[in-house]
């Protein structure tokens, strides 16, 4: 285990239903990351949070609404997705937001399914 | 444009064999280069990380290498075991206004048959 889990690991929703899920690091990490990784594509930032506050939010969709709470939480909120949406949802943290070493610790995934 | 390409897509070999995955990359400025390992419904597990000044890393069987010269890196698998069926995802990192840019490659999905 890397000490990050998420909750959900497999959700289905209905484009018309509201989710969310949910990140929680045990690394005393301070940097929290969204990403979307779909089928033969490579690894989509979606949001960066250092310190609890967000600093980078790469073009997403308003479908798609972070939230942190503390330094040790994620959450990604989903509402009137499109079955384009489904992907597998990586939550990762690191030390800083500018490591020297650039390591971030990924979660297992939430394999969303959207229909 | 910062891009990391990886060959093969794919790459089935027999347990015991060896194999070679390739990453080319044009991310700048570098920052470093990092091997992850990502199992079926797992997310990535960093193998290795280089940086500039550095040509090989080993960690156990996996062996990396550099050519920054070239922007080239491969990750050689040596003796295969089915356990090192998974995803294999290069990463290069920029660094841009006091932060860190990671750029992903597609990964390699290698196949270890008995």
């Known amino acids: 285990e890397t000490g990050v889990t998420q909750t959900p690991r497999h959700l289905v929703m209905g484009m018309t239903n509201k989710k969310s899920l949910k990140c929680e690091q045990h690394?005393?990490?301070?940097?929290m990351y969204w990403y979307k990784q779909s089928a033969k594509k490579p690894l989509e930032l979606m949001f960066v949070?250092?310190?609890?506050?967000?600093?980078e939010n790469n073009s997403v969709p308003s479908r798609f609404s972070p939230e942190c709470p503390n330094s040790s939480h994620l959450f990604l909120h989903l509402h009137t997705l499109q079955p384009e949406d489904s992907a597998l949802y990586l939550c990762?943290?690191?030390?800083?937001?500018?490591?020297?070493?650039?390591?971030?610790?990924f979660g297992p995934g939430t394999r969303l399914t959207v229909t | 444009k910062n891009q990391v390409e990886q060959s093969p897509q794919s790459l089935i070999i027999l347990e015991g064999k060896n194999c070679t995955l390739q990453c080319n990359y044009t991310v700048s400025p570098f920052s470093n280069l990092r091997w992850y390992k990502q199992d079926t419904g797992r997310g990535p597990v960093s193998l290795t990380i280089?940086?500039?000044?550095?040509n090989t890393k080993s960690n156990g069987r996996y062996t990396a290498t550099l050519d920054a010269d070239t922007k080239q890196s491969s990750l050689h698998i040596t003796a295969s075991q089915l356990s090192d069926s998974a995803s294999y995802i290069c990463?290069?990192?920029?660094?841009?206004?006091?932060?860190?840019?990671?750029?992903f490659g597609r990964g390699t999905s290698l196949i270890v048959h008995p």
């Open positions: 990762a943290s690191s030390q800083d937001r500018a490591p020297r070493s650039g390591e971030q610790y």
């Open positions: 949070y250092s310190l609890e506050e967000r600093v």
């Open positions: 990463v290069v990192s920029r660094t841009s206004g006091g932060s860190y840019i990671p750029t």
């Open positions: 280089m940086t500039f000044s550095e």
């Open positions: 690394l005393g990490h301070n940097a």
